[in-house]
């Protein structure tokens, strides 16, 4: 059994692999040591577990990883199934890295665009020769909306709302709403459209937490990922354990 933990910004997300089938899933506002015991005390048949974190994480965290499975903390130096163009890869998320992993694995031999919706929208493109370009990175719907109040002295800060679809704010309230979720759904669309321009044959895939209110938002033919950085860490996680079989990343 495979254990995937990505750590984010606001949250850290874990899936049990089983011969690549995500059989359990998890999602955690705090994650510590504690949080990996119970995780191996309930599921005593992990053997494999891989990491990657966007934020400094302790580090009894991967000292009980590595004591207690065949452990992989992803990093630029880490073999992948893909060729990086980017670059600067020193600097790449990681959490980018594995959701084109993830992407290339489900789509063999096509043009993907990954367009993660977490606390920053981040958009990644894999050609069809199993490339990776590089892409964009813009502030995601929480952190808009913080934005707009902190760096003014009137603007109150609004929650999100997933089912706000007004073009036209009535009052400061839903004005803000407006600009912000219509004008994130407006400018992904936008970009998705002018990668489908330059790339006729393109796959989309929209993961993150913002996921479920960006794909009733948008009207282009997209397909729905939510755990597509934990396949991406198992597809990444798998060579590393199957004797004779260690992928090796090319780099331009």
Known sequence: MNLAIDIGNSRA??????????VKDGVYDSFTQGTLKLIFKENPGIVN?????????????????????????????????????????????MDRLAAVCGANALYQRKNVLVVNAGTCV????????????????????????????????RLPLIEPDMKFKKLIGANTEESIKSGVQMGIASEVEGIIRKYQSEYKDLTIILTGGSMPWLLKSLKIKIK?????????????????????????????
Do not use: Q, W
């Open 13 to 22: 997300k874990t899936g049990l692999f089983v011969n690549g089938k995500l």
């Open 49 to 93: 577990s891989i990491l990657c974190s966007v934020t400094n994480y302790p580090v009894a965290i991967k000292s009980f990883l590595s004591s207690h499975s065949h452990f992989v903390e992803l990093s630029p130096e880490t073999s992948v199934p893909v060729k990086i163009a980017y670059k600067t890869p020193k600097t790449l998320g």
């Open 122 to 153: 981040t958009f990644d493109f894999v050609d069809n020769k199993n490339t990776y370009r590089g892409g964009s990175i813009s502030p995601g719907l929480d952190m808009r909306y913080k934005a707009l109040h902190t760096f003014t002295s």
């Open 224 to 252: 729905a990922e939510p755990f597509l950085v934990l396949t991406g860490l198992n597809v990444i996680l798998s060579p590393f354990h199957t004797k004779g079989n260690l992928a090796s990343a090319e780099r331009f």
